[in-house]
């Protein structure tokens, strides 16, 4: 095509490079189930994606959220209103809502993963019917508080928010922050110190903490420079006092709990990026066929073809990986090393796709005219959160002397 390849002559379809055809890997059910949320992305996310990034919109990212009813129960028991599925099918899901958005991805995260998840594996019957049923439906918004001040890598080691007993409830003072869903959630799966005494592990205590209690105070809402809509907060907590019913797990042993969702949180992450990657693939793979320099399109340069053909390598090798690992912990198996080597080669993977899409589509594709920009920018969060890319390397050292001796 002579002259500018606009964003709209592309005639762009989300997932036209993942159909069920292609993904043997899947089962029926679960490539059914693929194509009708991205169906629902389609025609509830698309419209709006542009919008709620540029403004950052937070409302309407809520909005939407709580429109996502027939998916917020992916994980939830069916005792308390949920579908009971397992870890691939939140993968699958995370892949193809990130392809369209990926606040929206992250606000979901946030509360039918992150606050759901230990709530699932540690909660009483009463707390999970009482806290799951309005995270269900969407009426409800959860969020998980582990990051202080004092400890971005080192979580546990750095963490100071104090929780004293007093009686029949907690008092609770200190701060938190980067919390994702932190100044819209009505709970908190919140992670706190009990004991001052013992080594950092064995004095941490969770807790279901409503956000209408006294005390409680949003400080700010970090404006970062990616996943715009999603709103990241810093909190602080004024002797707020939660009682000793919302415990979950046990007193002092809340690193368990911590420490039981993370495979599953990095795997889900890991299927976000993916969704990301796979968009700016599909992108510029689409502007290379379309734009013509030299009286050729792109795509026949091999400097273009090449750099298309590494990006098509790492998606489809990373969304094999995140299957299989995905399944695995479904079943029960502990793969903490596989799962840390997943997260950091597909973060590391999705910065360089969205990287590389950018300079495929050159000046256009640094505009807002195209949606790459906002992948590039959205991109390097991945090699942050959720563990760092380094983290997630020493983790796959530690194992490595775990499985197989020094």
């Given at each position: ?47 709006f994606?542009e ?5 950052r ?36 899901f ?8 990926y606040?929206?991805a ?30 269900a ?12 001040p ?15 007993r ?19 959630a ?28 006294p ?28 009682p ?75 969304r ?17 090393a ?28 640094y ?20 563990g ?19």
């Amino acid at each position: 095509m002579e002259g500018h390849v606009h964003f709209a002559d592309l005639d762009f379809e989300f997932g036209y490079s993942c159909m069920p055809d292609r993904l043997h890997f899947y089962t029926k059910e679960e490539n059914d189930f693929r194509m009708e949320v991205r169906e629902w992305c389609k025609n509830n996310i698309e419209p709006f994606a542009e919008k709620i990034d540029r403004e950052r919109n937070y409302d309407l990212a809520v909005e939407i959220l709580r429109k996502m009813k027939p998916y917020l129960n992916i994980i939830i028991p069916k005792e308390a209103g949920g579908l009971g599925k397992g870890i691939l099918y939140r993968t699958i899901f995370g892949e193809e809502l990130t392809a369209f958005n990926y606040a929206l991805a992250g606000i979901f995260g946030a509360s039918s993963c992150l606050f759901a998840g230990p709530i699932i594996e540690f909660g009483t019957l009463e707390q999970k019917v009482k806290y799951l049923s309005g995270i269900a439906d969407g009426s409800k918004i959860g969020a998980i508080g582990i990051t202080e001040p004092t400890g971005g890598s080192d979580a546990i080691g750095g963490m100071r928010l104090k929780a004293v007993r007093e009686g029949d409830h907690y008092v609770l003072n200190g701060e938190k922050c980067f919390i994702t869903n932190g100044s819209v959630a009505d709970y908190i799966c919140l992670y706190t110190k009990t004991n001052d005494q013992v080594k950092a592990h064995q004095g941490i205590t969770a807790f279901i903490f409503e956000t209408n209690t006294p005390g409680f105070e949003v400080v700010k809402n970090y404006n970062h420079m990616g996943r715009r809509g999603m709103p990241n907060s810093l909190l602080r907590f004024n002797n707020c006092k939660v009682p000793a019913e919302n415990m979950l797990h046990r007193e002092n042993e809340g690193v368990e709990v911590l420490l039981f969702g993370l495979d599953g949180e990095r795997t889900f992450t890991a299927s976000q990026y993916l969704g990301l990657a796979r968009s700016a693939l599909e992108v510029a793979y689409k502007y290379a066929h379309k734009r013509v320099q030299f009286k050729k399109p792109l795509y026949s340069f091999e400097g273009i073809s090449f750099k298309l053909s590494e990006m098509f390598m790492d998606v489809e090798l990373n969304r094999m990986a995140i299957a299989q690992i995905a399944r695995m912990l479904d079943d029960g198996h502990n793969c903490r090393a596989s799962v840390a080597a997943v997260k950091a080669r597909i973060a590391d993977a999705t910065v360089r796709i969205s990287q590389d899409a950018v300079q495929i589509v050159g000046g256009l594709g640094y505009s807002e005219e195209y949606p790459l920009e906002r992948y590039y920018r959205d991109a390097k969060i991945g090699q942050i959160s959720a563990g760092t890319s380094e983290i997630m390397r020493y983790i796959i050292t530690r194992e490595m002397i775990r499985m197989w001796g020094k």
